[in-house]
């Protein structure tokens, strides 16, 4: 089986700055460094390090060919990457000495992932294969339905939050994982709590409280491992690859979860995103 994830793929840009600009205000930063990001590259690359066969369907500039060679490094196939006269997305990131930070996000390719380039990689896709997408790109309506038309299981990970963009693709879902304040804004902007959504299975992570499952037997609770967080950017991303691979391989969703637990719980540990995604193996290994 293979997950086909259309999804996002940033350059994270990081300035380190003294304190975060005031209106007006011009500051040289102390440090520059580039990364791999976006809520859709980091999944690939959880469900690829989760031992999955992964195809990523999106869009990059010229400017961005770095990060789709680095996808392929990281086992994920490139194959349904378009590449764009446009620019790669970039989220420009100031992180200050007391740890604060503000971002502009850029969305670029991100925003015109081709339709041709979709249905190219759709027409490989086989029935029972998991399509899953979130909200840093194009199309995601169209997937859904694209996918569910042809036999898929579609994920969706409603994040960054917005009530329209969920509610367009609820009615095709299997699965659908949001974190607490998404899933407070989804309630409140459709009346209806996690668990009375037409979804066969909804997940909400609760960050250091762990995650509940509500699935076809009622709900589940899923504690988290106790470790000491540096930080928690990519936890959810990571979270949801791991739990998209074990369901791929199989695995019922309690073990999914299981799994995904311990990658969590890892990867609060270090610092960083798509680059210190752990891999399988370190994920069984980690007893915290
Ligand atoms: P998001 O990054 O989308 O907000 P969460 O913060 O809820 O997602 O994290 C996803 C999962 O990662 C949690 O369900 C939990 O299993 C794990 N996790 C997150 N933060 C911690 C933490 N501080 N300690 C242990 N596990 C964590």
Redesign the pocket.
Known sequence: MAIWNLGSINADIVYRVPHIPAPGETLSSTSRQTFLGGKGANMSVAAARAAAHVHHIGAVGADGRWATERLLEYGVDTSYIAELDTETAQAIIMVADDGENAIVLHPGANAEIPQATLQAAMAEASTGDWLVTQNETNLQRTAAQLGKRLGLQVAYAA?PFDAERVQAVLPYLDFLIL???EAEQLQDATGTAPRDLPVRDVIV????D??DWHGANGKAH?P????V?VD????????TGYVLAGLDRGMPMAQAIAL??KA??L??TRHGTADVIPDFSEVQAFQS
């Open positions: 994040a974190n607490a304040v992570t609760l960050g250091a762990g995650a899923f988290a491992m106790k470790v967080p928690t950017t990519g936890a959810g991303d990571t979270f995904a637990t969590g719980a990867m609060v």
